[in-house]
């Protein structure tokens, strides 16, 4: 058996691991509006983040002219390995997650959107990560992406919008593991564009409620690049195969009173796609192999309220379970697994055509225990602080 053959069926491709920022390795912080109402935003929108969100809303924006919107998340997840009773903690680490967003209407019953946002991410950095107990399951994984949405937008009926997209994805993977068979540490680089779609429905059921339905579909990722052992500088190409799942996301939005707007969000995963992962290398030293994963969909319920405090101000608030989709015996350091439960808090200023939104969210992942490598491992204290920052302009 070949070194990677020996690796892989103990470990993971990078992006099989469940980030640190939500259930899977799915990013949902698109707006900081959104973020604090925890996506809630699905029935009704009400801003150009419909593009992300539901592109069917966007002919609740009936006023002329382009509507735009920028912003960022900052994460910094933090969590601590227990490996046989020795603790060892992440280094800490910021990521950025940018969102942009550019719309309006073009013709009587249509609407055109087009976004910038990012649906997966994950990062994990261990403190003598050469050397550690589990050096050579994970090291180091990062995944960053980025996704291009043009959408359009047709106002069926007075009641019913409909609405379709493309979803162009980016995906980078950098991944370090120890190799004890060669006394080097494996350094990968590989990314991959890769095109999928979105469709939504939005419905004005009575004069305070609205529903709204989203289908993202399923992406095959297969992403090419690099290879090298480090301490020897043996370098290769190399090439994998993931699923980025499809999902259900339906929401409701209830205008409770003039100033309050209640959400409620039940979102499916089909993270059962995700049943191995597939790794090349153009090496007969490095070979190939299958790393069997088994995830299991999943659901994700999210309860949010936005609150008009005055003319000008507003506040958010927002509460999420998301479950875990791993499988316990198939268990990897990449990052933590374990059910999810966050909460967002945030506040807009808005005035004439501009606004201004900024939230705090926390992120706490359950304890968990896992048979890895053989070892008695423990992951603890899981959790993600994110901030956000969104401005909005109509011109």
Same mark, same amino acid.
């Given at each position: 058996?070949?070194?990677?053959?020996?690796?892989?069926?103990?470990?993971?491709?990078?992006?099989?691991?469940?980030?640190?920022?939500?259930?899977?390795?799915?990013?949902?912080?698109?707006?900081?509006?959104?973020?604090?109402?925890?996506?809630?935003?699905?029935?009704?929108?009400?801003?150009?983040?419909?593009?992300?969100?539901?592109?069917?809303?966007?002919?609740?924006?009936?006023?002329?002219?382009?509507?735009?919107?920028?912003?960022?998340?900052?994460?910094?997840?933090?969590?601590?390995?227990?490996?046989?009773?020795?603790?060892?903690?992440?280094?800490?680490?910021?990521?950025?997650?940018?969102?942009?967003?550019?719309?309006?209407?073009?013709?009587?019953?249509?609407?055109?959107?087009?976004?910038?946002?990012?649906?997966?991410?994950?990062?994990?950095?261990?403190?003598?990560?050469?050397?550690?107990?589990?050096?050579?399951?994970?090291?180091?994984?990062?995944?960053?992406?980025?996704?291009?949405?043009?959408?359009?937008?047709?106002?069926?009926?007075?009641?019913?919008?409909?609405?379709?997209?493309?979803?162009?994805?980016?995906?980078?993977?950098?991944?370090?593991?120890?190799?004890?068979?060669?006394?080097?540490?494996?350094?990968?680089?590989?990314?991959?564009?890769?095109?999928?779609?979105?469709?939504?429905?939005?419905?004005?059921?009575?004069?305070?409620?609205?529903?709204?339905?989203?289908?993202?579909?399923?992406?095959?990722?297969?992403?090419?690049?690099?290879?090298?052992?480090?301490?020897?500088?043996?370098?290769?190409?190399?090439?994998?195969?993931?699923?980025?799942?499809?999902?259900?996301?339906?929401?409701?939005?209830?205008?409770?009173?003039?100033?309050?707007?209640?959400?409620?969000?039940?979102?499916?995963?089909?993270?059962?796609?995700?049943?191995?992962?597939?790794?090349?290398?153009?090496?007969?030293?490095?070979?190939?192999?299958?790393?069997?994963?088994?995830? $299991? @969909? =999943?659901? #994700?319920?999210?309860? +949010?309220?936005?609150?008009?405090? &005055? /003319?000008?101000?507003?506040?958010?608030? !927002?509460?999420?379970?998301?479950?875990?989709?791993?499988?316990?015996?198939?268990?990897?350091?990449?990052?933590?697994?374990?059910?999810?439960?966050?909460?967002?808090?945030?506040?807009?200023?808005?005035?004439?055509?501009?606004?201004?939104?900024?939230?705090?969210?926390?992120?706490?992942? $359950? @304890? =968990?225990? #896992?048979?890895?490598? +053989?070892?008695?491992?423990?992951? &603890? /204290?899981?959790?993600?602080?994110?901030? !956000?920052?969104?401005?909005?302009?109509?011109?």
């Amino acid at each position: 058996m070949n070194i990677t053959s020996k690796i892989m069926m103990t470990g993971a491709f990078a992006a099989s691991a469940a980030t640190a920022f939500g259930a899977g390795f799915g990013l949902n912080e698109v707006s900081a509006r959104g973020n604090a109402l925890q996506g809630t935003l699905v029935g009704s929108t009400r801003d150009i983040s419909a593009v992300y969100f539901n592109p069917a809303n966007m002919t609740e924006l009936k006023d002329g002219g382009i509507y735009t919107m920028a912003g960022l998340t900052l994460l910094r997840p933090d969590f601590y390995t227990s490996v046989a009773g020795q603790r060892v903690d992440q280094d800490e680490k910021i990521f950025v997650d940018p969102h942009f967003y550019v719309g309006g209407r073009v013709a009587e019953d249509f609407w055109f959107g087009f976004g910038e946002y990012s649906e997966y991410g994950l990062g994990t950095r261990y403190e003598n990560r050469n050397s550690w107990p589990l050096a050579a399951d994970s090291a180091k994984t990062t995944i960053t992406s980025f996704t291009l949405s043009p959408t359009v937008a047709w106002q069926a009926t007075e009641d019913l919008s409909l609405a379709a997209g493309l979803r162009l994805l980016y995906l980078d993977v950098i991944m370090d593991r120890m190799i004890p068979q060669a006394g080097s540490m494996l350094h990968i680089t590989a990314d991959d564009w890769v095109c999928s779609y979105i469709l939504s429905a939005a419905y004005q059921l009575t004069d305070t409620v609205r529903v709204g339905l989203v289908y993202r579909g399923k992406s095959d990722v297969k992403p090419e690049g690099d290879a090298e052992l480090t301490r020897i500088g043996y370098k290769c190409d190399a090439d994998g195969e993931l699923d980025m799942p499809q999902s259900v996301m339906a929401g409701v939005n209830w205008q409770a009173t003039q100033r309050l707007n209640l959400g409620f969000n039940a979102t499916w995963n089909g993270w059962s796609s995700n049943k191995d992962i597939k790794l090349n290398f153009d090496s007969p030293l490095l070979g190939s192999a299958v790393a069997p994963q088994e995830w $299991h @969909d =999943t659901w #994700r319920f999210s309860l +949010g309220g936005e609150y008009q405090l &005055s /003319e000008f101000w507003s506040m958010q608030l !927002g509460v999420t379970f998301d479950e875990d989709p791993s499988d316990i015996d198939h268990a990897n350091t990449m990052c933590p697994p374990g059910d999810r439960n966050q909460a967002g808090i945030g506040f807009t200023y808005a005035k004439d055509d501009w606004a201004v939104s900024f939230d705090y969210m926390y992120v706490y992942i $359950h @304890d =968990t225990e #896992r048979q890895i490598h +053989g070892v008695d491992t423990r992951i &603890s /204290e899981a959790r993600t602080d994110t901030f !956000g920052l969104t401005f909005s302009k109509r011109f």
